[in-house]
């Protein structure tokens, strides 16, 4: 094997617990956290990778519960022949003393906490240059110093670092310090990076892994972690993707006409098929224009659907109603359910009420309509 | 709808077959009396068309007779132009049968037939015909029966065609009923949260998750700021414990020692310097002193020797001038004395002299004394004699009694003579003196008053006693005599004559009296005592001497002589006061003289072992030249250390503060080694409760639940405008709904009571209140017999709108009109009639009179 390979990972955030989930999913989407672990030593060992670099937050926060982080260390103690490197991040700060101190204190021979700015060398001829977060925000560049750290000749110089790059954004808003360049000027062979929850290829040799787990509805599809071999000094990193996630995360828009036909549009778009739906998080964002039976109909799909997926949710904030004069007859044809029908239309389409007025009536009209027609049904 | 004919069988008393047949299209009328089976024929046909054929129930089971049997019902109806028979048998095995029959054969049975049944009862658009409209004996409550207020919504909806439409009808109950449930879930009645319900659930669940989101910040704000605590203090300690720091801070305090031993050695010589300078200050001053004084001395002991000799003459001047002055004063003192001696002489003949004058003058005066008192004292021996004589004469006031009590005793004596008895002697030639009275002669002629009487010794003749007649009144005169001769016997006076005598003998001795003791006064105003106290007081005779001078030459000689010896004194006093001041002079110049001799004395006294002065002050001036230089020499070397000396203070001060550095450093040490033990205790408790954990999952829980809570509030909001909506609309609704029954009503109403009108409830379409003549009455309290004619004309009404609609249904009425009076029954009559012209109306009635002859079809049970 030429090079020198290991895995590139971040932002594992053990100890998250997805309150904002319905209890069903939540306990899995724990657990599968903490199973990243294992899926990240087995692509360390399927790809002959000895080290797992984890560029930051690793834990979701400076207090995590003594389960977590000593789960979290048995898992890491069982991959055998594997060394963890493993810095703070902002989530897990180096000034989470009583965290690191703990976690040091007790941990197994192959788990590496580098909350040191200095270098380390981790294999022959390979370096790494960690860049520990040293608070939550440190508002500062904490990767300066790896430009007038010196190495042997000949080395490999790998940075290991969390943090949001200029220009580029982080995770967290405003938490950008990383200057672009910094591979370049700290002469770098790689820059592996975390705090960014998906893939993102900064420059030839600045990778974020994004986290192997995902954890929200804004990076997509399953979580991975990069699988990375340097070939030698100044020579281009080749890297590869590899899936580590259990749980498939789907951002849908539904974007639909009073044509549509909504609950066969919503059934097309789902994702996945059969049993593999289990681990799949979707969030349809329906949009546009719907009529009133249409509406219904959408609501009783996505009802329908939503068993099979581990999570499914229909946001239809953005979707308005169209209310066709058929769709009133359909309500009554006259008398007074028709007043009240026409009232709460004609309240939907006042514009001089609030906006939060007019959606109030439109959800009134769609009750009424339900009611109407669920009788007649 | 029409009936034609009904018949029963098995039917309580009816256990053989009877029947009602020819009903006809208008006012049909069954007049029974009671128990004759009226009621028993409308129950059988309530039945027949609402009691389904497998029915037992209480309402079945009353029509079954007594004698046993399965009752059994049939009825003839027309309805859209065909002719139905409709029989219906139950029986106490819930499985009775119905039939329908018409033009002679079987139409519908068993369930369709039911459903047929039940069809024509319904609304004209739900496809069937309107139901039957029931009156029933006596009933005025129109609320009590369910069925037939369902029938008469079903004939109100059919009769307004719309109006199923129109209020919403069952599909507005319904969401109105979902809507309300709904929100039933989320409010209570008054509209709050509910209790357990969503709403509450997640306000609480978002409230408990804030509450419990803000006890974990602060936990983890502490958490976070002594983690921040230690690591300062784990970074000072650090600094403190650094061993480069540790060195520096010894050298310094090792480099303050040296600097401040340096200092304080310089310190020390500076001190020896200035304590030489001293030394050589006072040396050097002490010189100065010596020859000062040696020059002093030099220059007092010649003084003195000059002032000791003028002294010295000073003195002899002085006693010289005192052995003068004592010569001078012991002359004029001689000189004194004599004309002192002059004086005494020359004065003396003076005041013998002067003796000599006043002899003379003295023995003149007491001459002129003798004879003053000589003169005194016979006058005042004249005052006193006649004093006596005034003494013993009768005072001037008793004289006046006197004269008084006299003059009474005369005036008595004539008014008794006038008024008295009187007689008159006229004798007989002869006989002068014949007669005498009281022994004296009466006088001739003269008129003789005899007021006692008379005795008269007539010669001759006799005696004549004459009586006197009447005795006066008041006083008479012999006793005003009495009481002058008591006042002068008591005056020491024989008669008033003499007392006149003594009276004036008084007068005359106090005027001798007066005169005597005015001319004593002018001689001797203070009293013969006096003037001999002047003669005594004379100066005793002396004896004349020869040769004396007279007192003016004595007084010249004398005057002389005091003037001499004045001027002798003055002369005197003058020598006396130079021997005075001579002999303060030579006091003086004695004492100055010695003083002068003492000076010399002391001045003396600093020479003692000194030779030659001289010498010795050219001794003394080298001595002071030299310690002078010598003290230069000090103060420049002293000046010399102050200037190179370093700031002792400084160096002290710079020597403790490196000191306390040290001392500080290590107590700094021991504080915070011991804050940092209590600080990893207390971090080390809470790291273990995993607080930003469940920080961050109360954040996310509490985000999820604000969104749940808004999505709820949001679900309350639009149902509770749903609600909002179709409240309003039905309320408008009804509005519209009731009226054509009120179209129907009015004219019925105003055939009755023509001024009134009729207040129906939309909700229940019961007449609520009556209005008459401005007033509105409630239903329930208007009388049994208005409440039962209303209530029937409601019927009348609905029936007619159904009628309208192209259906007809039989109005039944059972004793509908028991507490209408006959009067007011033939009206309601009339009100039918004028009904029956569009409906079929069935009355049965027991009030046989009162029915007869109200006209239609009359009908028979047979």
């Not at chain 1, 967290?172 to 960014?196: K, V």
């Not at chain 2, 002679?104 to 496809?127: M, S, T, V, Y």
Request: hydrophobic share 40%; net charge negative; with cysteine.
């Amino acid at each position: 094997m030429a090079g020198f390979r290991f895995i590139h990972s971040s932002d594992l955030h053990l100890g998250r617990r997805f309150g904002n989930f319905p209890e069903g999913i939540r306990g899995r989407l724990v657990e599968a956290r903490h199973a990243a672990i294992d899926s990240l030593s087995a692509a360390a060992r399927n790809n002959g990778a000895g080290h797992v670099l984890i560029a930051g937050d690793l834990f979701d926060t400076e207090t995590p519960s003594d389960r977590v982080w000593r789960q979290a260390l048995a898992a890491m103690a069982a991959a055998e022949g594997i060394q963890w490197w493993i810095i703070p991040g902002n989530h897990d700060s180096s000034s989470a003393e009583t965290l690191w101190d703990l976690a040091r204190a007790q941990a197994p021979v192959n788990v590496h906490v580098c909350d040191v700015a200095e270098p380390v060398e981790i294999a022959p001829g390979a370096v790494l240059l960690p860049s520990p977060v040293p608070s939550r925000s440190p508002g500062r560049d904490a990767t300066e110093w790896m430009v007038g750290c010196r190495t042997p000749e000949g080395a490999l110089r790998i940075g290991l670092a969390h943090g949001g790059i200029v220009t580029f954004g982080s995770e967290d808003d405003g938490a950008e310090t990383i200057t672009p360049n910094r591979a370049t000027d700290a002469r770098l062979d790689y820059l592996a990076l975390g705090d960014w929850h998906g893939f993102m290829r900064v420059g030839e040799r600045t990778l974020y892994s994004g986290s192997p787990e995902r954890d929200r509805f804004k990076h997509l599809g399953r979580g991975i972690c990069l699988a990375v071999t340097l070939p030698g000094p100044g020579a281009e990193p080749e890297v590869t993707e590899i899936v580590t996630g259990r749980f498939d995360w789907q951002d849908i828009s539904l974007e639909l006409t009073p044509k549509h036909a909504a609950a066969e549009a919503l059934e097309n778009i789902l994702p996945g098929k059969g049993a593999a739906r289990r681990d799949t998080l979707v969030r349809i964002r329906a949009s546009g224009w719907i009529r009133l039976p249409e509406r219904m109909e959408l609501a009783r799909a996505a009802q329908k659907a939503e068993p099979e997926f581990g999570y499914l949710e229909l946001t239809d904030a953005e979707l308005k109603t169209e209310c066709a004069p058929e769709d009133l007859d359909d309500i009554a044809s006259g008398g007074a359910l028709r007043m009240a029908a026409e009232a709460l239309y004609k309240d939907a389409e006042d514009d001089a009420k609030g906006a939060e007025d007019r959606a109030v009536a439109v959800a009134a009209l769609r009750r009424l309509y339900s009611y109407v027609r669920e009788e007649t049904q | 709808m029409k009936l034609r004919t009904i018949r029963l069988e098995n039917i309580r008393r009816f256990i053989d077959p009877v029947e009602i047949t020819g009903i006809g299209d208008g006012l049909n009328v069954l007049v029974a009396p009671n128990e004759h089976g009226k009621s028993t024929v409308f129950d059988a046909l309530h039945a027949v068309f609402f009691k389904q054929r497998n029915s037992w129930d209480k309402e079945v089971r009353s029509l079954k007779p007594h004698a046993g049997g399965d009752p059994t019902v049939a009825v003839e109806i027309e309805l859209a132009g065909g002719i139905y028979w409709i029989r219906k048998r139950w029986n106490s095995r819930n499985n009775g049968d119905v039939r329908i029959e018409t033009t002679g054969r079987l139409f519908k049975q068993a369930d369709e037939a039911e459903d047929w049944i039940a069809e024509i009862l319904k609304a004209p658009r739900e496809g069937g015909p309107a139901g039957l409209l029931w009156v029933r004996q006596g009933i005025t409550d129109l609320a009590n029966d369910d069925a037939a207020q369902l029938a008469r919504r079903d004939l109100l909806t059919s009769v307004a065609g719309e109006v199923e439409a129109m209020t919403g009808g069952r599909r507005m109950d319904a969401a109105m009923d979902r809507c309300r449930s709904e929100l039933e879930r989320y409010l209570t009645v008054k509209g709050r949260p509910k209790a357990g319900g969503p709403l509450k659930d997640w306000q609480d669940e978002v409230a408990d998750l804030d509450t419990e989101s803000k006890t974990l910040v602060a936990k983890s704000e502490k958490l976070r700021s002594e983690l921040d605590r230690r690591r300062a203090l784990r970074r000072e300690l650090a600094d403190l414990e650094n061993p480069n720091e540790e060195e520096g801070r010894k050298t310094r305090l090792a480099k303050a020692k040296a600097d401040h031993d340096k200092a304080s050695r310089h310190a020390e010589s500076l001190g020896r310097a200035t304590e030489h300078e001293h030394t050589k200050r006072i040396e050097a001053e002490r010189a100065k002193d010596r020859l000062t004084a040696l020059d002093r001395a030099i220059t007092e002991i010649s003084e003195a020797d000059r002032e000791d000799r003028t002294a010295k003459k000073e003195e002899q001047r002085a006693i010289k001038r005192l052995s003068l002055a004592e010569a001078a004063m012991s002359e004029s003192a001689n000189v004194h004395r004599s004309a002192l001696d002059r004086v005494k002489v020359v004065g003396d003949l003076l005041r013998r002299a002067r003796l000599a004058e006043s002899a003379a003058e003295a023995a003149r005066h007491r001459q002129d004394l003798v004879g003053k008192i000589n003169r005194a004292e016979a006058l005042q021996n004249r005052a006193n004699e006649a004093s006596a004589l005034a003494r013993r004469g009768l005072p001037e006031p008793e004289l006046a009694k006197l004269d008084k009590l006299d003059e009474s005793v005369r005036v008595l004596r004539r008014a008794r003579n006038l008024k008295a008895v009187a007689i008159a002697m006229t004798y007989a030639p002869g006989r002068l003196d014949s007669v005498s009275l009281d022994g004296r002669p009466l006088p001739e002629g003269k008129r003789m008053p005899i007021p006692d009487g008379a005795r008269l010794d007539i010669e001759a003749v006799g005696r004549l006693d004459i009586h006197p007649g009447q005795i006066p009144d008041g006083e008479t005169p012999a006793e005003a005599e009495a009481n002058l001769a008591r006042a002068l016997e008591d005056s020491g006076v024989s008669d008033i004559a003499e007392a006149r005598v003594s009276t004036q003998r008084r007068r005359e001795a106090e005027l001798d009296r007066r005169n005597a003791k005015a001319d004593l006064e002018s001689l001797a105003p203070d009293g013969i005592d006096e003037l001999r106290d002047q003669l005594a007081q004379l100066p005793e005779q002396i004896a004349d001497e020869d040769d004396l001078p007279t007192t003016k030459d004595a007084e010249q000689e004398d005057e002389k002589a005091r003037e001499a010896r004045d001027r002798a004194f003055e002369g005197y006093e003058a020598a006396r006061n130079e021997h005075s001041e001579a002999q303060a002079a030579v006091a003086r110049a004695g004492q100055a003289a010695e003083s002068a001799s003492t000076r010399k004395a002391r001045a003396a006294l600093p020479f003692s072992g000194i030779d030659d002065p001289e010498a010795e002050r050219t001794l003394r001036r080298k001595a002071l030249s030299r310690l002078r230089t010598e003290l230069a020499k000090a103060s420049r070397r002293r000046e010399e250390a102050a200037a190179t000396a370093p700031d002792l203070e400084a160096m002290a001060v710079a020597l403790e503060r490196a000191h306390s550095i040290v001392e500080e450093a290590e107590k700094r040490k021991q504080d915070i080694r011991l804050d940092l033990r209590t600080l990893d205790t207390s971090i080390g408790i809470q790291a273990g409760q995993a607080i930003d954990e469940d920080l961050a999952d109360i954040d996310v829980r509490l985000e999820a639940a604000r969104a749940s809570l808004a999505t709820i509030e949001f679900e309350v909001a639009a149902l509770k405008e749903l609600r909002a909506a179709l409240e309003t609309a039905r309320t408008s609704a009804r509005d519209r709904y009731v009226e054509p029954v009120m179209q129907e009503l009015v004219p019925l109403l105003r055939f009755f009571w023509p001024e009134a009108e009729l207040i129906v409830d939309p909700e229940t379409l019961m007449p609520k209140a009556l209005v008459r003549a401005g007033t509105e009455e409630a239903f329930d309290i208007l009388s049994k017999g208005t409440q039962e004619q209303i209530a029937l004309l409601v019927r009348l009404s609905f029936a007619r709108m159904l009628a309208k609609t192209g259906e007809t249904a039989p109005v039944i009425l059972d004793d509908a009109i028991v507490y209408t009076d006959d009067d007011r029954i033939e009206h309601m009559f009339d009100a039918l009639t004028r009904q029956a012209r569009d409906l079929q109306i069935v009355v049965f009635s027991c009030r046989q009179k009162a029915f007869r002859d109200l006209g239609g079809c009359n009908l028979h049970i047979s």
